[in-house]
């Protein structure tokens, strides 16, 4: 059974930056297109970045474009967040997602203080 498990976050000024790592176990996502998300307090869960399995497509949320990038490290089974010249409305619980197999991670919390 394949899990997912964010690691990373934490508090951070802002203009700081922090690099969320998403590690599977259990199985591989190194053929999933992976998608990061966040969920502020009292908001509905938002897309953040996308890239695929094959090619190196990458997209964005038009908040972080150019501030985060999305990559991964298929030797490793993990995709990454990295998060660069952070805003105290970045703070969220970041989420990845494995798109094929329908998989969430349990999330990890960013907090960005002004």
């Given at each position: 059974?394949?899990?997912?498990?964010?690691?990373?976050?934490?508090?951070?000024?802002?203009?700081?930056?922090?690099?969320?790592?998403?590690?599977?176990?259990?199985?591989?996502?190194?053929?999933?297109?992976?998608?990061?998300?966040?969920?502020?307090?009292?908001?509905?869960?938002?897309?953040?970045?996308?890239?695929?399995?094959?090619?190196?497509?990458?997209?964005?949320?038009?908040?972080?474009?150019?501030?985060?990038?999305?990559?991964?490290?298929?030797?490793?089974?993990?995709?990454?967040?990295?998060?660069?010249?952070?805003?105290?409305?970045?703070?969220?619980?970041?989420?990845?997602?494995?798109?094929?197999?329908?998989l969430w991670g349990?999330?990890?919390?960013?907090?960005?203080?002004?």
């Amino acid at each position: 059974q394949v899990q997912l498990v964010e690691s990373g976050g934490g508090l951070v000024q802002a203009g700081g930056s922090l690099r969320l790592s998403c590690a599977a176990s259990g199985g591989t996502i190194t053929t999933s297109d992976m998608r990061w998300y966040r969920q502020a307090p009292g908001k509905e869960r938002e897309f953040v970045a996308f890239i695929s399995w094959v090619g190196g497509g990458k997209s964005y949320a038009d908040s972080v474009k150019g501030r985060f990038t999305i990559s991964r490290d298929n030797a490793k089974n993990t995709v990454y967040l990295q998060m660069n010249s952070l805003k105290p409305e970045d703070t969220a619980i970041y989420y990845c997602n494995a798109v094929r197999i329908g998989l969430w991670g349990q999330g990890t919390q960013v907090t960005v203080s002004s």
